[in-house]
């Protein structure tokens, strides 16, 4: 008997709230569930983002349905980017917001949870990839929404290519503005209530300040450790999406069926304010201390475990 309540007693430790942790998540050597990437968005005013009559993209900068390229993926590059590198009002050219994903399959219970990035610099005529510096340090809120369906980070941008990434077929492995890498966003720029949730948090960001910007994640985070098959990270950026009450009926009928938006799925989203802001990204080789980060206040499925060796 006194065995069978010492047993008692260590699983008692092992489940107390007293063992509540600090759990890091970030890209490197002990962890590589990081995936991280940027997309054109529609800021309500740019008219690149083109949808064929078969859903298909358009091209990037094309003003009609039959001309421009492919959209691009950006998931190998340095830096992950929101905003807006146009600068004249109100039709900006380049809106971009940010995917990111963490594995969370390590975390057994949660209190609180935010996502860490790191501003480096503003691309902007006048600024550089190594000063936070610009000309356009303008503050605004940025939106968090949780992803509802999976995407592919791709490596578009890598050795070097840069922030307007790799052209990219729709469907073929690597995100797009069209495109998850699997199958089409319901609305161009991940901007559907089929392809995010409501916002769960907003953060005031002011890139003359620089450093560490923190976004609070909890309800994702227990979701995701509930519903660990659903997990497909946030999207961060300006719009306010989805506004239920905004919203039109998809327009666009695909062959198999399926109904999308063939332009902005409301009348007027919520505008860019100008500025492309630059986070390190998980990608990044020279600034691996600085990729984002996930921290986790909770517990884990491994430490309470080391207590007994």
């Not at 380049?94 to 975390?107: H, M, P």
């Not at 998850?180 to 300040?209: H, R």
Request: hydrophobic fraction near 35%.
């Amino acid at each position: 008997m006194k065995n069978t309540f010492f047993v008692i007693a260590l699983l008692a430790l092992v489940v107390s709230p007293a063992f509540t942790e600090t759990i890091t998540l970030q890209q490197g050597p002990a962890y590589s569930g990081t995936a991280d990437t940027h997309i054109i968005s529609w800021d309500g005013n740019q008219n690149q983002l083109v949808r064929k009559a078969d859903g298909t993209n358009g091209g990037n900068g094309g003003t009609t349905a039959t001309t421009g390229g492919n959209p691009q993926n950006a998931g190998g590059w340095d830096y992950i980017e929101e905003g807006d590198y146009g600068s004249t009002a109100p039709l900006y050219d380049d809106s971009k917001c940010i995917l990111i994903k963490f594995d969370v399959t390590s975390v057994a219970a949660v209190s609180n949870a935010k996502i860490g990035l790191y501003y480096w610099f503003e691309r902007s005529t006048g600024s550089s990839a190594t000063e936070k510096s610009g000309t356009k340090k303008t503050a605004h809120v940025l939106n968090v929404n949780r992803i509802l369906k999976p995407w592919a980070r791709g490596n578009g941008g890598a050795n070097g290519v840069g922030v307007d990434g790799t052209d990219t077929p729709d469907n073929t492995g690597a995100v797009t503005w069209n495109s998850t890498g699997y199958d089409l966003w319901q609305a161009m720029g991940a901007e559907g209530p089929e392809d995010i949730a409501p916002t769960e948090s907003t953060t005031e960001f002011d890139p003359a300040v620089g450093g560490w910007v923190w976004f609070d994640v909890t309800e994702s985070v227990k979701f995701w450790v509930a519903n660990p098959g659903k997990n497909f990270g946030v999207k961060i950026g300006q719009e306010v999406y989805p506004d239920p009450s905004a919203f039109l009926a998809p327009d666009l009928t695909l062959p198999n069926g399926k109904k999308v938006y063939s332009k902005a799925p409301v009348a007027q989203p919520t505008g860019f304010v100008p500025g492309a802001h630059d986070f390190v990204s998980s990608s990044n080789a020279g600034k691996p201390e600085l990729r984002p980060q996930l921290v986790v206040e909770g517990t884990s499925f491994t430490t309470s475990w080391e207590l007994f060796q």
